[in-house]
T-cell receptor, first 112, second 114 residues
Framework: DAKTTQPNSMESNEEEPVHLPCNHS???????IHWYRQLPSQGPEYVIH???SNVNNRMASLAIAEDRKSSTLILHRATLRDAAVYYC?????????????FGDGTTLTVKP | ETGVTQTPRHLVMGMTNKKSLKCEQH?????MYWYKQSAKKPLELMFV???????ENNSVPSRFSPECPNSSHLFLHLHTLQPEDSALYLC?????????????FGSGTRLTVV
């Protein structure tokens, strides 16, 4: 399975933009890039996903490099509620199960 | 509440016990999943069900036995577990099993095997 690499931790100030990077140099042409976040004592929460083009939704934006070997999750104005572990994963669209592999994620701290 | 409900939230069981974890979703999703999250380890996919048929069994020991009686319910039957099986067990669902759909996770069952 293709793997992702993320920094262990990042810090941000409240109300400032946050750019969370993810490297996936072994991504295949059929892999979708998904982002989730997990707060303590909760299950992961879906944030956004994409294949080749940049994507926007009410929670965040996803910027995908032209060669697809990296991507960046953008939180436009961080709030204290955005403090969580953020996971970048690849999901294989070739298999019926859409198999995915989670990594260790990035722990985002938001300072007031 | 995410739309995926897991019960119980916490479970302590002995190594000789038999117990079951339950997951329920009323989102109209056709795929359901079991994940395991151990301390200091990434989430591990255990099983995938699509339209009530198992489509993925990720080399999980036979002491874990999944059951999907309909598209809204998923069970994980546990027997003769080991202490290293202590973990957070997460259920998720998605509209379909393909990679174009995002997961909706439940809050998990925190399992402790003594």
């Amino acid at each position: 399975d293709a793997k992702t690499t993320q920094p262990n931790s990042m810090e941000s100030n409240e109300e400032e933009p946050v750019h969370l990077p993810c490297n996936h140099s072994t991504i295949s042409g059929t892999d979708y890039i998904h982002w989730y976040r997990q707060l303590p004592s909760q299950g992961p929460e879906y944030v956004i996903h994409g294949l080749t083009s940049n994507v926007n939704n009410r929670m965040a934006s996803l910027a995908i490099a032209e060669d697809r070997k990296s991507s960046t999750l953008i939180l436009h104005r961080a709030t204290l509620r955005d403090a969580a572990v953020y996971y970048c994963i690849l999901r294989d669209s070739y298999t019926n199960a859409g198999k995915s592999t989670f990594g260790d994620g990035t722990t985002l701290t938001v300072k007031p | 509440e995410t739309g995926v409900t897991q019960t119980p939230r916490h479970l302590v069981m002995g190594m000789t016990n038999k117990k079951s974890l339950k997951c329920e979703q009323h989102l109209g999703h056709n795929a359901m999943y079991w994940y395991k999250q151990s301390a200091k380890k990434p989430l591990e996919l255990m099983f995938v069900y699509s339209l009530e048929e198992r489509v993925e069994n990720n080399s999980v020991p036979s002491r874990f036995s999944p059951e999907c009686p309909n598209s809204s319910h998923l069970f994980l039957h546990l027997h003769t577990l080991q202490p290293e099986d202590s973990a957070l067990y997460l259920c998720a669902s998605s509209q379909a099993a393909g990679a174009t759909y995002g997961y909706t996770f439940g809050s998990g069952t925190r399992l402790t095997v003594v």
